[in-house]
T-cell receptor, first 118, second 111 residues
Framework: GAVVSQHPSRVICKSGTSVKIECRSL??????MFWYRQFPKQSLMLMAT?????????EQGVEKDKFLINHASLTLSTLTVTSAHPEDSSFYIC??????????????FGEGSWLTVV | TQLLEQSPQFLSIQEGENLTVYCNSS?????LQWYRQEPGEGPVLLVT?????EVKKLKRLTFQFGDARKDSSLHITAAQPGDTGLYLC???????????FGTGTSLTVIP
């Protein structure tokens, strides 16, 4: 079945540095990818929606200069947290919507990435 | 932005009890999905409801989509400890390309 791979699964970085999280659709083309942030025992908060080849659409309150999203191909989207601070520590999850006329617009989720900023 | 409000936010019940989780919005959705998530993992799809008024059953779980396609409910019969987890409704509003999750319901079933 369709798989979305997210990497790294866990990352620790120093405050002030940048960290990149990758989201790959392994056996389908993802016309749209979504990035979410989740705090413990809370729901997934949509950060941005990215379409291949175009700029991401950020949700209100999400700093686009801090959370850089690139969707350069139909199988890869990246989220870069720039100048990370401890309050950016969270669980980040990506998902991908399969494209094409017979895809049914099914959405597949990555395994998530734990970011800890020290 | 979370267009979908779930209630209750937290629920702790004894094994064997029944429960209902509600998912409400002021927006119309072409479909709604229910997920269950374990800590540190991605959400797992339970069901998709598409038609207003639709009822779907998955073993002890019953899902309903409101007639106006703005709300949904999840009913669990005879809850078991294995049902413990975070339950999330989610969907894409008819306008826009986003996919939003509800506020979540954390369920604990006590043996």
């Amino acid at each position: 079945g369709a798989v979305v791979s997210q990497h790294p699964s866990r990352v620790i970085c120093k405050s002030g540095t940048s960290v990149k999280i990758e989201c790959r659709s392994l056996d389908f083309q993802a016309t749209t990818m979504f990035w979410y942030r989740q705090f413990p025992k809370q729901s997934l908060m949509l950060m941005a929606t990215s379409n291949e080849g175009s700029k991401a659409t950020y949700e209100q309150g999400v700093e686009k200069d801090k959370f850089l999203i690139n969707h350069a191909s139909l199988t890869l989207s990246t989220l870069t947290v720039t100048s990370a601070h401890p309050e950016d520590s969270s669980f980040y999850i990506c998902s991908a919507r399969a494209g094409g006329p017979n895809s049914g617009n099914t959405i597949y989720f990555g395994e998530g990435s734990w970011l800890t900023v020290v | 932005t979370q267009l979908l409000e779930q209630s209750p936010q937290f629920l702790s019940i004894q094994e064997g009890e029944n429960l209902t989780v509600y998912c409400n919005s002021s927006s119309v959705f072409s479909s709604l999905q229910w997920y269950r998530q374990e800590p540190g993992e991605g959400p797992v799809l339970l069901v998709t409801v598409v038609t207003g008024g639709e009822v779907k059953k998955l073993k002890r779980l019953t899902f309903q989509f409101g007639d106006a396609r703005k709300d949904s409910s999840l009913h669990i019969t005879a809850a078991q400890p294995g049902d413990t987890g975070l339950y999330l409704c989610a969907g894409a509003p008819r306008t826009g390309n986003q996919f939003y999750f509800g506020t979540g319901t954390s369920l604990t079933v006590i043996p």
